[in-house]
């Protein structure tokens, strides 16, 4: 069992950045992969970087690419992902995820979640 917090999300301007945190607690976080998806109000959980749990690498949606960056230290159980060059398309409630058991830009197949933290870019 694996519980999941985050934390960094807030309020910045278009351009801006943020670096988003995910802490893990519980026993073998070492072992699963983790994701971020995002969820804007009125749509669906969006799938958006994903670090393996073996090999370290990564996947990210069109939209992240060359923005953002996920990282992980298994020695301290957290999960990062810096984000750069925000825009306000990228507002959302922002989710870490561990324990993958199907494709891994699907959200139904995450077994973990934390509670979100919120990402607002204003234009």
């Known amino acids: 069992q694996v519980q999941l917090e985050e934390s960094g999300g807030g309020l910045v301007q278009s351009g801006g950045s943020l670096r988003l945190s995910c802490a893990a607690t519980?026993?073998?976080?070492?072992?699963?992969?983790v994701a971020w998806f995002r969820q804007a109000p009125g749509k669906g959980r969006e799938f958006v970087a994903m670090?393996?749990?073996?090999?370290?690498?990564?996947r990210y949606a069109e939209s992240a690419k060359g923005r953002f960056t996920i990282a992980r230290n298994n020695a301290e159980n957290t999960a990062t992902m810096q984000m750069s060059s925000l825009k306000p398309e990228d507002t959302a409630l922002y989710y870490c995820?561990?324990?993958?058991?199907?494709?891994?830009?699907?959200?139904?197949?995450?077994?973990?979640w934390g509670q979100g933290t919120q990402v607002t870019v204003s234009s």
């Open positions: 995820a561990a324990y993958s058991t199907g494709r891994y830009d699907n959200a139904w197949v995450w077994n973990y």
């Open positions: 670090i393996n749990w073996n090999d370290f690498g990564t």
């Open positions: 519980g026993t073998r976080f070492s072992d699963y992969s």
